[in-house]
């Protein structure tokens, strides 16, 4: 059973920068990958990014590309999602996920899910 610890949220001003941490508990498989999605107020969770754990190739919604970047520490089993040029729409609670599903940008291409972190943009 993998687990999912996610850090790193917090209240910055428009065009800030956060930095979200996901550490899982035991070592991941090359062939799964590790997103990011978030859930803003009466929103549905969307897919943020994902990076698959073997070769780092990386996934990014259309809403943030350009301004957020996934990596992975192999070491540490954690991936990172810096976030830069922060909005107020990006406000939401951001949850880390892992799985084995090529279907990476649905929900249920995950089995397992963080607790999630609040990230909340001031205008």
């Known amino acids: 059973q993998v687990q999912l610890v996610e850090s790193g949220g917090g209240l910055v001003q428009a065009g800030d920068s956060l930095r979200l941490s996901c550490a899982a508990s035991?070592?991941?498989?090359?062939?799964?990958?590790m997103g990011w999605f978030r859930r803003a107020p009466g929103k549905e969770r969307e897919f943020v990014a994902a990076?698959?754990?073997?070769?780092?190739?990386?996934y990014y919604a259309d809403s943030v590309k350009g301004r957020f970047t996934i990596s992975k520490d192999n070491a540490k089993n954690t991936v990172v999602l810096q976030m830069n040029s922060l909005k107020p729409e990006d406000t939401a609670v951001y949850y880390c996920?892992?799985?084995?599903?090529?279907?990476?940008?649905?929900?249920?291409?995950?089995?397992?899910w963080g607790q999630g972190t609040q990230v909340t943009v001031s205008s």
């Open positions: 990076i698959r754990w073997g070769g780092g190739i990386t």
């Open positions: 996920a892992a799985g084995g599903a090529s279907y990476f940008r649905s929900t249920s291409g995950y089995d397992h």
């Open positions: 035991v070592r991941t498989s090359s062939s799964y990958f």
